[in-house]
């Protein structure tokens, strides 16, 4: 089935923007980054952030913003049949257009990947395929799918203090 991602969540502000790869089923059907709900995403967020995951959605996103903090995916569009990243059919991947995304927000200075698809599809199809800036840092974090259940809770949860350490300087 061919899905689209959503439309950037972010502000002028944003220093951080963190990328997924393609919103899952859930997050699809909701019209909502991470809203399946054992995604840890607004879990961990509400610990670094203070942003309750209870807060209403858009909210969260405004609360996420005012940490000058966007969300992304990197693909626009592709075939999946199921929620997997493993399930994203390659050939089909169009990435969105992070060259235009960058002009428009130029204090972008820290890119932070939820999971190795994403940063691997980043690598792929942007680097190698777009104008970006040689400023930028990268940062991978392991994904806070349900799927990753190849770490613990704890130790996902201590990698993404990163996020939280940047954000803060």
């Not at 997050?27 to 995951?53: D, K, R, V």
């Not at 190698?128 to 349900?146: G, N, V």
Request: aromatic share 10%.
């Amino acid at each position: 089935m061919l899905i689209h991602s959503f439309p950037p969540a972010i502000t002028p502000n944003c220093r951080i923007l963190i990328l997924g790869s393609m919103p899952g089923k859930r997050s699809l059907e909701m019209q909502a980054y991470y809203a399946h709900q054992q995604n840890l995403f607004w879990p961990f967020i509400n610990h670094l952030f203070n942003i309750p995951a209870d807060t209403a959605y858009q909210q969260r996103l405004q609360l996420l913003n005012q940490q000058n903090i966007g969300i992304w995916d990197v693909l626009k569009e592709c075939i999946r049949i199921s929620s997997l990243d493993g399930d994203i059919e390659e050939a089909s991947i169009i990435a969105n257009d992070f060259s235009a995304l960058l002009v428009q927000f130029p204090h972008i200075r820290h890119i932070f990947f939820n999971g190795s698809k994403a940063e691997q599809a980043f690598r792929r199809h942007v680097l190698k395929q777009q104008s970006i800036p040689a400023h930028l840092h990268y940062h991978k974090l392991p994904s806070t799918s349900p799927a990753n259940a190849s770490i613990t809770r704890d130790n996902k949860f201590a990698q993404w203090q990163r996020l939280a350490e940047i954000a803060s300087q």
